[in-house]
């Protein structure tokens, strides 16, 4: 199995950003998928988006695609969420997740009941 951590959460103000981490441990880094998720209080987990197992290949979802940029470094087993231009809206605890990807190479999964393995999470507060 593999383990997650996340780290670079943090208060900022709108309008600025913060660039997060998931750092993994464990089995070969590259066969998994990995997948950004957030949980603010009193909602559901929301997917966020997800980088192939190459890296060539990301999905995000609408609300952040031009703001969140996902990359991944599987020589150093990371995967990094780069967000900027951040909005109150965007404050929530935020997950990284993994799971073997399987099938096409640019395989990407998208709900939370797919992944296999999570991190604990690190707070993102955006002030107005």
């Known amino acids: 199995q593999v383990q997650l951590v996340e780290s670079g959460g943090g208060l900022v103000q709108a309008g600025e950003s913060l660039r997060l981490s998931c750092l993994a441990s464990?089995?070969?880094?590259?066969?998994?998928?990995v997948g950004w998720f957030r949980q603010a209080p009193g909602k559901e987990r929301e997917f966020v988006g997800a980088?192939?197992?190459?890296?060539?290949?990301?999905y995000s979802k609408d609300s952040v695609k031009g703001r969140f940029t996902i990359s991944r470094d599987n020589a150093k087993d990371t995967v990094a969420l780069q967000m900027n231009n951040l909005a109150p809206e965007d404050t929530a605890v935020y997950f990284c997740?993994?799971?073997?990807?399987?099938?096409?190479?640019?395989?990407?999964?998208?709900?939370?009941?797919?992944?296999?393995?999570w991190g604990q999470g690190t707070q993102v507060t955006i002030s107005s």
């Open positions: 997740a993994a799971k073997v990807g399987t099938g096409y190479s640019g395989s990407l999964y998208s709900t939370k009941e797919d992944y296999d393995y």
């Open positions: 464990g089995r070969t880094f590259s066969n998994y998928v």
């Open positions: 980088i192939s197992r190459s890296g060539l290949t990301t």
